[in-house]
């Protein structure tokens, strides 16, 4: 009875969370902005990747970034000495941004700049490896991330990020000759998931794979000016 309840319970708020995504995407569409969902578990890497992503691309796209954590502002500060436009949401208790919490991002945005005048958003969501994925917030696609030092079994245990994603960055790289990681089992096991996610290996640290990252994101936004003159390694459609 409990359960029934629960399940009724649960289907109804990702039904209204839905339809709050839908309200925001159109906001996005009417804008012009292209909006990203970054998700992954606590310190994978996402604001380390979005650091260098706004110095790469700041000067070719506007960018505002939308920075979701239980507390604390400090990866908005982080991302504000970038240059770029930072909102913060504090979620509290919940382990995940929602369309709600979302569109009142996008007000407060809203009242720094004119929207029209953004290509794109960038939400980083709380670190947690599943009820993100569960939660649109009307991105126009998902990238996870999975560093390398979180194990390769990660995809088949926590499957449901793994299935949404539209990109998956394999973060750290630098770290995998100290770590007895295999990159092509992590591969193996997200295709057992996801056979269509596009994978990009990437590290931070040194900038391997970053290009390829970028490339990606000018494909999705639109503005594929300088794509990549070579196959890059492990990528696929
Ligand atoms: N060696 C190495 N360390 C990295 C790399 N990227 C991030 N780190 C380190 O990993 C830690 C966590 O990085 P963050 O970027 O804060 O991770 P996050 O996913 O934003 O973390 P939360 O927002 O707390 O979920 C920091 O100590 C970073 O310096 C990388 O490519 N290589
Ligand atoms: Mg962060």
Redesign the pocket.
């Known amino acids: 009875m409990h359960q029934t309840f629960d399940a009724a319970l649960e289907m109804n708020l990702l039904h209204a969370n839905q339809a709050g995504a839908d309200h925001n995407r159109e906001h996005f569409d009417e804008w012009g902005i292209t909006c990203l969902n970054l998700m992954?578990?606590?310190?994978?890497?996402?604001?380390?990747?979005?650091?260098k992503t706004l110095a790469a691309l700041r000067s070719e796209l506007a960018i505002a970034v939308v920075e979701g954590?239980m507390t604390t502002e400090l990866?908005a500060d982080?991302l504000r000495q970038c240059g770029v436009p930072v909102v913060a949401i504090n979620t509290g208790r919940s382990c995940h941004l929602d369309a709600r919490m979302v569109a009142g991002g996008i007000h407060q945005l809203k009242d720094l700049l004119d929207p029209r005048s953004l290509d794109l958003v960038v939400v980083?969501n709380?670190?947690?490896l599943v009820c993100p994925a569960e939660f649109e917030v009307g991105e126009h696609a998902k990238v996870a991330?999975l560093?390398v030092t979180e194990g390769e079994d990660k995809p088949l245990k926590y499957p449901v990020m793994f299935r949404e994603a539209n990109c998956l960055l394999i973060?750290?790289?630098?770290?995998a000759p100290y770590l007895e990681v295999d990159l092509d089992r992590i591969v193996a096991n997200v295709r057992q998931i996801n056979p269509q996610v596009v994978i990009i290996p990437?590290?931070?640290?040194?900038g391997a794979g970053l290009e390829d990252w970028l490339n990606w994101v000018r494909q999705v936004t639109g503005r594929s000016h300088q794509p990549s003159d070579r196959t890059p390694d492990l990528i696929t459609a």
């Not at 973060?171 to 770290?175: G, N, S, Y």
């Not at 990437?202 to 040194?206: H, R």
């Open positions: 992954s578990s606590p310190g994978a890497g996402k604001t380390a990747l979005l650091e954590d990866d982080r980083e709380v670190g947690n991330l560093s973060t750290k790289t630098d770290l990437v590290s931070a640290k040194t």
